[in-house]
């Protein structure tokens, strides 16, 4: 059962790896427009270049 | 990553976009905006439909509207009481990282849980418990607090809600549990503690995303009142505050201002717009003794007015308490969750205190007392109840904004699916509110190009449905507009008019939408319009009397227009000539008359009516107050989505009844075992995150019908 010390710190690392990407998701506001993030990918204006 | 992108900021103008639907439509519109000088940043956001604007300066949006019109984008003013502005995005924020929190404490506690469950014990079990009672108090009080707050609100106001027993639950799961692990006892609810406070906060995420500021329709109204007036002392005209004005006053209002006071003419000729208080098409011409109401608007002027009412005795401002009344009225519906919380908090509580004292009667042992009541208070706690209503009309809501239906009041679904009459508005509702030449091609093409230059000169909607016309403009002098009358100018020698009947044409005319041009060989001849029926609108009113409902209209327009509507879309109770007032008698004696009516209009007139009907929608175009007095807006230009909707409302409330069905009967099976002590910890997760996830899959299930 010794391997319980590791499993669990383990677990709740990854699991709290998840919650911090989310929450930094949020906070960069990723979550505002989902559907023209995904559209706006197709514009080909900056293929080239950056946008400025 | 794009981390800096601008914050909507307070004095962003926010645009409803609502058929934009790809990278093309992102990219014009975006460009459109960014192109004036007067848009400091532009962006698009496809999830909404609406354009973030940050201006520089002062910018109207009616002209940011027209760029993206030109733009080939279709824009409206975005509704004021939809959620707008950096704060409640921010609430909206706080309870996605709460309910992110509660998720993920929830699932690494139901982890260890899982292990407890399959037989750890002594040591091990203790363990598991004190790990699991490290990540559930934290996460608790992070998460919950939402639910103390509302609790704590309620029980200082003496009263009960649905967050006093939520509350009572999580901590009373809380406290037994940390309690029995102090003892290393077998049973610790702290993963049913957490997936409570995830499923309502889901539920409260939901029910967030659906509801708007409120904001009142007659305070809409009250704005439209003019600040400042120019009063004529003595022949001089002097510019003061309207409060200044009293009975007898001289005004002067000049062409395209708003009239401050209730008065008769006593100089000039003009012609008054006055559809806000009527719903009349056209305007009408006044001359010396001529009535005329605040908040009609000066078309050609100017004219001299003597105040016969003023301030709160305005026409205008009775409309606002009346619109003021209509509102407190609305007041009355209870929405089906605030129904089923009332019957439920104090159900519960009375619930779990009888199994508290029964079992420390019969056992004396307050600890399993403790225990069993924790257990019957987390198994009734409404998760599913929670859910039931939120998570169909979040569904449903989505799925009419795909339509083209903003629905503004969350419980505005619930009453619409009862709608048994819908009464329309005639101007700018079943019709375009545009008028449009009917005889054009059957002007000479001299005539036309006569007309097109009068048309040009004069800001007369009937004129201006002329000028929108192509065609070669005639050349023109000494135009002039005379005020009331029409247009004139000279043309190769000959004096030429466009006007009113009586002045460029005959004595006396058939009636109807119809302008007169006098092209000076003394045979005037007539320009017929027509206000077309928007798109949409026969097609919208055979569905819903399919559906069964009582289709009118009620209109503050002539009986002769009104009819001529009324027949092509095919509606046969329609009322003309009906003052703001009448509109909203009539409503209420409808109500009275045990029916449940849904209002469709767009102006100031109808506002009142919009107030007063039991759910109410407007067109996107429609004036700002008529939107804040409504339920729900109309994005597109269609009237088609109109029985959709309804029958989109009454799915979701069979569905929003079904999800009561589905609480109950869990309750009903997984009460009993927790009163007698049989539910387990792993029971209760087993009956909570079935019951929810029951609820949450019927609502998505589908609401069309």
Request: hydrophobic content about 50%; some cysteine.
């Amino acid at each position: 059962m010794n391997v319980l010390a590791y499993l669990i710190p383990v677990s709740l690392i990854l699991g709290g790896l998840g919650l911090v990407g989310f929450i930094y998701a949020l906070r960069s506001r990723q979550y505002e427009d989902p559907e023209g993030d995904a559209r706006r990918i197709l514009d080909e204006r900056w293929d080239d270049a950056p946008k400025p | 990553m794009d981390t800096d992108l601008p914050e909507a900021a307070p004095n962003d103008i926010l645009l409803s976009l609502p058929e934009i639907h790809c990278q093309i439509c992102i990219r014009n519109a975006e460009q459109a905006l960014l192109a004036r000088d007067d848009v400091a940043a532009a962006r698009v956001n496809l999830t909404l439909k609406r354009a973030y604007v940050t201006p520089v300066g002062n910018v109207d949006e009616n002209a940011l509207i027209e760029t993206l019109a030109d733009a080939g984008v279709l824009a409206r003013p975005l509704d004021p009481t939809v959620l707008r502005g950096t704060e409640t995005a921010r609430a909206g924020q706080a309870l996605l990282m709460r309910l992110a929190v509660a998720g993920f404490a929830a699932m690494n506690v139901m982890l260890l849980s899982v292990a407890v469950w399959s037989g750890a014990t002594d040591a091990t079990r203790d363990m598991f418990h004190w790990i699991s009672a490290a990540i559930a108090l934290p996460a608790v009080t992070f998460a919950g607090q939402p639910f103390f707050l509302g609790a704590w609100r309620a029980l200082s106001a003496r009263r009960l809600s649905m967050d006093v027993p939520i509350a009572l639950a999580i901590i009373l799961a809380l406290a037994t549990s940390l309690w029995e692990t102090a003892l290393s006892g077998h049973h610790a609810y702290f993963d049913a503690a957490l997936t409570l406070c995830f499923f309502l906060l889901a539920g409260r995420y939901l029910e967030f995303r659906t509801r708007a500021a409120a904001r009142s329709a007659a305070e809409e109204l009250t704005a439209l009142e003019v600040p400042r007036a120019t009063r004529i002392i003595g022949g001089v005209p002097v510019e003061g505050p309207v409060a200044e004005l009293s009975v007898s006053d001289l005004v002067l209002v000049r062409a395209g201002g708003r009239v401050p006071v209730d008065g008769i003419v006593s100089e000039g000729h003009a012609e008054i717009d006055r559809s806000f208080l009527t719903g009349e098409t056209i305007p009408v011409a006044a001359g010396p003794g001529a009535e005329i109401a605040a908040g009609a608007v000066v078309i050609s002027g100017p004219l001299t007015i003597r105040a016969t009412a003023v301030g709160r005795e305005t026409s205008l401002h009775r409309l606002a308490d009346l619109v003021a009344v209509a509102e407190a009225g609305r007041a009355n519906y209870t929405p089906l969750a605030d129904r089923a919380a009332a019957l439920y908090a104090p159900g519960v509580h009375i619930l779990a205190a009888l199994a508290f004292v029964g079992w420390l009667l019969w056992s004396g042992d307050v600890r399993v007392a403790l225990n069993i009541a924790a257990a019957v208070l987390i198994i009734t706690c409404p998760c599913a109840l929670g859910l039931a209503v939120p998570a169909v009309t979040t569904a449903a809501s989505g799925a009419l904004f795909r339509k083209g239906v903003l629905i503004k009041n969350a419980n505005a679904l619930e009453r619409l699916a009862m709608v048994d009459t819908v009464v329309f508005d005639k101007t700018g509702t079943l019709t375009e509110g545009a008028p449009e030449v009917v005889n054009w091609d059957t002007l000479g093409s001299q005539v036309q190009s006569v007309a097109l230059a009068l048309a040009d000169a004069s800001t007369h909607p009937l004129s201006k449905a002329i000028a929108r016309k192509s065609g070669n403009r005639a050349d023109l002098t000494d135009l002039r507009e005379v005020p009331g009358f029409g247009t004139e100018g000279r043309w190769q020698g000959r004096t030429v008019r466009i006007g009113r009947t009586g002045w460029a044409g005959p004595q006396d005319d058939a009636g109807g939408l119809m302008t007169w041009l006098d092209a000076g060989d003394g045979a005037p001849v007539a320009i017929t319009f027509t206000d077309r029926l928007r798109a949409g609108a026969v097609e919208a009113i055979d569905a819903l009397k399919a559906a069964g409902m009582r289709v009118e209209i009620l209109s503050g327009d002539r009986t002769a227009a009104v009819d001529e509507v009324a027949h092509a879309a095919g509606i046969d109770i329609a009322r003309a000539n009906c003052l703001p007032e009448d509109k909203v008698d009539h409503i209420t004696q409808l109500r009275n008359e045990g029916r449940t009516i849904l209002m469709v209009g767009d102006g100031l007139n109808d506002t009142g009516a919009l107030a007063a009907a039991d759910v109410s929608l407007s067109p996107a175009s429609a004036l700002d107050a008529a939107r804040v007095a409504s339920d729900m807006v109309l994005l597109g230009q269609s009237l088609e989505v109109l029985p959709q909707a309804v029958l989109c409302a009454r799915a979701s409330r069979r569905r929003i009844s079904e999800n009561f069905k589905i609480a109950t009967i869990y309750n009903i099976i997984a009460v009993p075992l927790a009163v007698i002590g049989l539910a387990t910890p792993l029971i209760a997760a087993l009956a909570m995150s079935s019951s929810s996830i029951t609820v949450s899959l019927n609502a998505l299930r589908g609401t069309r019908g």
